[in-house]
């Protein structure tokens, strides 16, 4: 099997596990097992970083990254139909928007597809500022909001929204998803480990989690700044 080939099936096999795991999400949303708030941010949490796990799948050819951005691209499209109406899905729509209304979708989990799609076209699995925006932007910032909404009870003096414990735990568990993946790429050769990079991570998280806790965020969307600020920063400092 030639590497275009190879990828094609590689495509298609991670494109079935996502819509699989979105599928998934969307019945635990229907059946009620989580409540809706927590069930949206397992789906932010989960669908993109187990989209990574399956890069090293792909072969070093130059086709690769555009035929593994098929997943996330189909789920650009998917959400841009479910947000304007035109797909109706009652159970995704409620497993992944906030209030239960479709026209959510064109907010932020939109962002969230675009991130992941633009991550795997223009950085791919040998670059560090994919893998810190798309852990800072799933780990982090879906473990700051089911922390902050648990524990956080100590509000930040310029964002009441935000929470002490929401902001150190985005910074937290960014950084260690994205150190995570740096062992994880690395047992295959596609990056290196190393103090410096891990340090670099760490800053890139810290700061996605500042901005993050800014009211700004909350107007625009953290699924549009977090990702932002660690392309912008790690364009900067990797």
Same mark, same amino acid.
């Given at each position: 099997?030639? /590497?275009?080939?190879?990828?094609?099936?590689?495509?298609?096999?991670?494109?079935?596990? %996502?819509?699989?795991?979105?599928?998934? $999400?969307?019945?635990?949303? +229907?059946?009620?097992?989580?409540? =809706? +708030?927590?069930?949206?941010?397992?789906?932010? @949490?989960? @669908?993109?970083?187990?989209?990574?796990?399956?890069? /090293?799948? *792909?072969?070093?050819?130059? =086709?690769?990254? *555009?035929? %593994?951005?098929?997943?996330?691209?189909?789920?650009?499209?998917?959400?841009?139909?479910?947000?304007?109406?035109?797909?109706?899905?009652?159970?995704?729509?409620?497993?992944?928007?906030? =209030?239960?209304?479709?026209?959510?979708?064109?907010?932020?989990?939109? &962002? #969230?597809?675009?991130?992941?799609?633009?991550?795997?076209?223009? #950085? $791919?699995?040998?670059?560090?500022?994919?893998?810190?925006? @798309?852990?800072?932007?799933? %780990?982090?910032?879906?473990?700051?909001?089911?922390?902050?909404?648990?524990?956080?009870?100590? +509000?930040? /003096? #310029?964002?009441?929204? +935000?929470?002490?414990?929401?902001? @150190?735990?985005?910074?937290?568990?960014? &950084?260690?998803?994205?150190?995570? #993946?740096?062992?994880?790429?690395?047992? *295959?050769? *596609?990056?290196?480990?190393? $103090?410096?990079?891990?340090?670099?991570?760490?800053?890139?998280?810290?700061?996605?989690?500042?901005?993050?806790?800014?009211?700004?965020?909350?107007?625009?969307?953290?699924?549009?700044?977090? /990702?932002?600020?660690?392309?912008?920063?790690?364009?900067?400092?990797?």
């Amino acid at each position: 099997m030639g /590497p275009v080939a190879h990828d094609s099936v590689v495509a298609v096999f991670t494109a079935g596990v %996502a819509l699989s795991l979105l599928r998934f $999400w969307a019945e635990m949303a +229907k059946r009620g097992v989580f409540e =809706q +708030k927590l069930n949206r941010k397992l789906v932010h @949490i989960s @669908i993109g970083l187990v989209f990574m796990l399956f890069w /090293p799948m *792909f072969s070093s050819g130059s =086709q690769a990254p *555009f035929l %593994a951005a098929l997943a996330p691209g189909i789920n650009i499209i998917r959400m841009a139909l479910l947000g304007l109406g035109i797909l109706r899905d009652e159970a995704a729509v409620k497993s992944i928007s906030r =209030q239960g209304d479709y026209r959510e979708l064109l907010r932020g989990p939109l &962002f #969230y597809a675009s991130t992941i799609t633009l991550a795997t076209l223009f #950085y $791919w699995r040998t670059s560090p500022i994919g893998t810190a925006a @798309i852990c800072n932007l799933c %780990a982090g910032d879906g473990v700051a909001d089911i922390m902050g909404r648990r524990f956080g009870r100590h +509000k930040l /003096p #310029y964002n009441d929204k +935000k929470s002490f414990i929401g902001s @150190i735990s985005m910074a937290c568990a960014g &950084f260690l998803a994205s150190v995570g #993946y740096m062992h994880y790429f690395s047992s *295959f050769g *596609f990056m290196k480990v190393s $103090w410096d990079i891990a340090l670099r991570f760490l800053f890139v998280s810290v700061f996605a989690a500042i901005v993050e806790s800014l009211p700004i965020s909350t107007d625009l969307d953290d699924n549009l700044t977090v /990702p932002l600020t660690s392309f912008l920063l790690g364009s900067a400092i990797f």
